[in-house]
Nanobody, 121 residues
Framework: QVQLVESGGGLVQAGGSLRLSCAAS????????MGWYRQAPGKQRELVAT???????NYVDSVQGRFTISRDNAKNTVYLQMNSLKPEDTGVYYC???????????????WGQGTQVTVSS
């Protein structure tokens, strides 16, 4: 069993900052690719950023230069530092972790419960 717990969402004014965290616990052999997604009201969920086990990162164009994804493997945690927030960043943010399970050594995707980010203008 693997559990993901997200934290750090909230209400912030445009131009402000928030830091999201997603901590994994349970039966984990290895954490592979970790990512953040978001879903705005009435829109499909979109990829925001990813980070590989080697530390390579990738961002959607709309957040490039404003958001930073990072990971702490010792804590089984992925972070998303969000600066210069805009109203269009509003949505529910979800983490997704690709985890290798020790019993089978197979990879599975696990999703966090989502955390609301609201940016007021």
């Amino acid at each position: 069993q693997v559990q993901l717990v997200e934290s750090g969402g909230g209400l912030v004014q445009a131009g402000g900052s928030l830091r999201l965290s997603c901590a994994a616990s349970g039966s984990i052999f290895r954490l592979n690719v970790m990512g953040w997604y978001r879903q705005a009201p009435g829109k499909q969920r979109e990829l925001v950023a990813t980070i590989t086990s080697g530390g390579s990162t990738n961002y959607v164009d709309s957040v490039q230069g404003r958001f930073t994804i990072s990971r702490d493997n010792a804590k089984n945690t992925v972070y998303l530092q969000m600066n210069s927030l805009k109203p269009e960043d509003t949505g529910v943010y979800y983490c997704k972790l690709e985890i290798t399970i020790p019993t089978t050594l197979r990879k599975y995707d696990f999703w966090g419960q989502g955390t609301q980010v609201t940016v007021s203008s």
